[in-house]
């Protein structure tokens, strides 16, 4: 079971108003529903103020039921104000009633909910995309020593670190767009799948040096699937991989029996039958090969590979997942 409470604030007190936040709360609950392919994912709760006041006590409230019970997964996300407080050292997500010194939910209150659900919630993460969020990955005091306070389980990615300012454009916040594009698809490995790990590498890749920094920490043993969409690879080719390459080391030998679309070398090849079977397995190649999992040996391009009667072999990804497919992982 996998539960999702999915926030989004727009409607704060003039001149504070803000214009992306209720956007980005509707698309990312829109996606988390399902995968790739229409089957279900998350069960999502969604609180947005074009729809009610989201006020500390409804926040709260909703945080607490968050992480009560058992689940597999368990996924908050904020869009909206933060606040951090330097004269109390906390971090906020700022309410509609939220003004000083009550300016919301507390961060080191949602910290301490999210490491007390482990393990009743094997996996716990925190999306935040308001200013000074990065406050949730910085908390000291809270753990052992008051060294370890992201607990067992827990994943936290924010906007930016605690000094740092959540930027909005085009009606979005800028964090939240490229998390969007990513769980569409853009931050996906090979199989399909899309991991806080991976959106973090999305993010940090998409944003400048010179812009909001994001903030990434976690204490996981495996990673989670947020969400699946359609492979790069056919898994069933990927499974194919130990019979194409007993070893991963194994130059796959290619003909012009492989290729059908022979072009200028069509008159020179026309004493060489197509072989069907060869097609297809032709086809498994350069499918792999054009995401990196394959590149043929001594010509630029698998085409020349199969009319001059070259080869391919493995890459390192490669080489992983022929590993997962010979280990029945896939």
């Known amino acids: 079971m996998k539960r999702a409470l999915v926030v989004g604030i727009d409607e704060y007190p003039s001149p504070n108003g803000l214009n992306g936040c209720v956007n980005d709360a509707n698309k990312l ?31 709260s409230d909703a945080v607490a039921n968050l992480f009560s019970g058992e689940a597999e997964t368990a996924l908050l996300y904020f869009a909206g104000h933060g606040f951090l407080n330097e004269t109390t050292n906390n971090g906020y997500l700022v309410t509609q009633d939220g003004q000083n010194p009550n300016w919301g939910v507390s961060l080191v209150d949602i910290l301490q909910q999210a490491n007390k659900a482990h393990p009743k919630i094997k996996s716990s993460v ?106 790069r690879v056919s898994k069933t080719v990927l499974r194919r991989l130990p019979v194409y390459f007993p070893c991963p080391e194994h130059v796959f030998k290619l003909d012009p029996s492989y290729e059908p679309d022979r072009g200028e070398d069509t008159v020179r090849l026309k004493s060489v039958a197509v072989d069907d079977t060869h097609v297809l397995a032709y086809r498994d190649l350069q499918q792999c090969n054009r995401h990196g999992l394959v590149v043929p040996t001594g010509h630029e391009h698998m085409w020349h590979a199969a009319v001059f009667s070259g080869g391919c072999r493995l890459t390192p990804q490669g080489v992983h997942f022929r590993r997962l497919a010979e280990n029945k992982k896939i």
């Open 29 to 59: 609950a829109s996606l988390l529903e399902s995968n790739g392919d229409g089957s279900p994912n998350f069960d999502v709760r969604k609180i947005v103020s074009s729809e009610v006041d989201v006020t500390a006590r409804c926040l």
């Open 126 to 231: 925190i999306l935040l995309d308001s200013c000074q969020s990065g406050f949730v990955g910085e908390i000291t005091g809270l753990g052992q020593n008051g060294i370890d306070v992201i607990g067992n389980g827990l994943t936290i990615l924010t906007a930016c670190h605690k000094d740092g300012v959540a930027a909005e454009v085009g009606g979005y916040g800028k964090f939240t767009d490229i998390i969007l594009d990513g769980l569409g698809g853009a931050a996906s490995d090979v199989i399909g799948r899309i991991t806080p790990a991976s959106l973090y590498a999305h993010v940090d890749q998409t944003l400048g040096a010179w812009e909001q920094r994001p903030i990434y920490k976690a204490n996981v043993q495996t990673f989670i699937t947020l969400r699946s969409v359609e492979p």
